[in-house]
């Protein structure tokens, strides 16, 4: 399946300059197309800045301005934060550029597009389903699996037409949404396979983050297909507001570094988190399926599966296969690495 998701605005970061991994995706525009419905506002001198200097600023300014901001994108060729507003003379305009963004005439406030979200978890949510806000088109992306057919289809369709084409807009793709897990290493429970995300520290005790829907299906994990369980779920969620996990070690003197296996004896360090931005590059690890990079092309995005909605992911374009096992059940080389938000906020919670 192609269609992958992190849970929203939170990344791991690496060491030696990469800038994240993330768990991935359906193909969207280009972080720098130009729109044509939409316009740059006059600017002063809009900053250079990294991705993660891009994404802490980006942070700062919807935290400020809140619904005045219809959202931010990292202008990769430029190197600049461009920041979506519908009025080039307010004084947001002049607030973001003296940030040192760059503020960008947009058609839809975020209050437009929140208000066209809800309608769509209204009347459109849907198994198969999945939206979030394209800041760089200044639309809502809708798209479709290869199980939205029929009745669901006309729903789906009639739902996103009556928004208005310029709010909103529909893809369909042939793969199917199912619920990947973040990881660099297998990890077993029974018959199910799963990915350790990367290790983490829980009220001094070694711990490891995964993916909530391995950690509602099986409370004990071990690291090897009929080895006895090494590690024990604290706390899961999924569906709802994330798809995580936090699963302590049965050892509590285990050797548990925050590192990520790239395979062939070469490891990532996690050192930090820091905010996702729309428009940066982001990484992947997969046990089975290698390192891949893509992009993010938008935040707090909305998935609907057959077990429930997904809220806060983040869509990127790293996409993951999946491979089918002799008894048809689904065995996915998905592991990546990634921290979400949705993970701190548990953690943090948890602590």
């Known amino acids: 399946m192609k269609h992958r998701n992190i849970s929203n605005r939170k990344l791991a970061l690496a060491a030696a300059g990469v800038a994240a991994v993330t768990t991935a995706a359906i193909l969207l525009p280009n972080a720098n197309a130009s729109q044509p419905r939409t316009t740059e506002a006059r600017t002063l001198?809009?900053?250079?800045?990294?991705?993660?200097?891009?994404?802490?600023?980006?942070?700062q300014l919807t935290s400020r301005f809140g619904q005045s901001v219809a959202g931010t994108y990292y202008d990769?060729?430029?190197?600049?934060?461009v920041v979506n507003v519908v009025s080039a003379d307010?004084?947001?305009?002049?607030?973001?550029?003296?940030?040192?963004?760059?503020?960008?005439?947009?058609?839809?406030?975020?209050?437009?597009?929140?208000?066209?979200?809800?309608?769509?978890?209204?009347?459109?949510?849907?198994?198969?389903?999945?939206?979030?806000?394209?800041?760089?088109?200044?639309?809502?992306?809708?798209?479709?699996?290869?199980?939205?057919?029929g009745a669901r289809w006309d729903k789906l369709e009639a739902t996103v037409k009556s928004l208005g084409t310029d709010?909103?807009?529909?893809?369909?793709?042939?793969?199917?949404?199912?619920?990947?897990v973040a990881g660099g290493d297998a990890i077993f429970s029974g018959r199910s396979r799963c990915s350790l995300g990367f290790n983490v520290v829980r009220n001094g005790a070694p711990a490891f983050l995964t993916a909530g829907h391995c950690g509602v299906a099986n409370k004990s994990w071990s690291d090897g297909p009929g080895r006895a369980p090494v590690a024990t779920v604290q706390a899961a969620l999924f569906p709802g507001r994330g798809d995580f996990s936090l699963v302590t070690y049965n050892?509590?003197?285990a050797s548990a570094p925050s590192i990520v296996n790239l395979g062939g004896g070469r490891i990532l360090r996690i050192v930090r988190a820091a905010n996702a931005t729309v428009g940066e590059t982001v990484l992947r690890m997969g046990s089975t399926t290698g390192l891949h990079s893509g992009k993010v092309t938008a935040l707090n995005a909305t998935v609907n599966?057959?077990?429930?909605?997904?809220?806060?992911?983040?869509?990127?374009?790293?996409?993951?296969l999946v491979q089918q096992l002799d008894d048809g059940d689904a065995q996915d080389g998905r592991p990546q690495v990634t921290l979400l938000e949705r993970v701190l906020t548990g953690l943090r919670n948890l602590a």
């Open 45 to 59: 001198s809009a900053r250079t800045l990294s991705a993660r200097s891009a994404g802490q600023l980006a942070s």
């Open 90 to 149: 307010s004084d947001v305009a002049d607030q973001v550029r003296q940030a040192g963004a760059r503020p960008r005439l947009v058609e839809h406030s975020a209050t437009e597009l929140g208000a066209a979200t809800a309608t769509l978890k209204q009347n459109a949510t849907i198994p198969g389903t999945s939206w979030a806000v394209d800041p760089v088109a200044d639309q809502i992306l809708v798209t479709a699996d290869s199980t939205v057919t």
């Open 251 to 253: 050892n509590r003197n």
């Open 305 to 320: 599966y057959p077990e429930g909605s997904v809220t806060g992911l983040i869509r990127t374009t790293v996409c993951v």
């Open 167 to 180: 709010t909103a807009r529909i893809e369909k793709t042939a793969d199917r949404f199912k619920p990947f």
């Open 76 to 81: 990769t060729s430029l190197k600049q934060l």
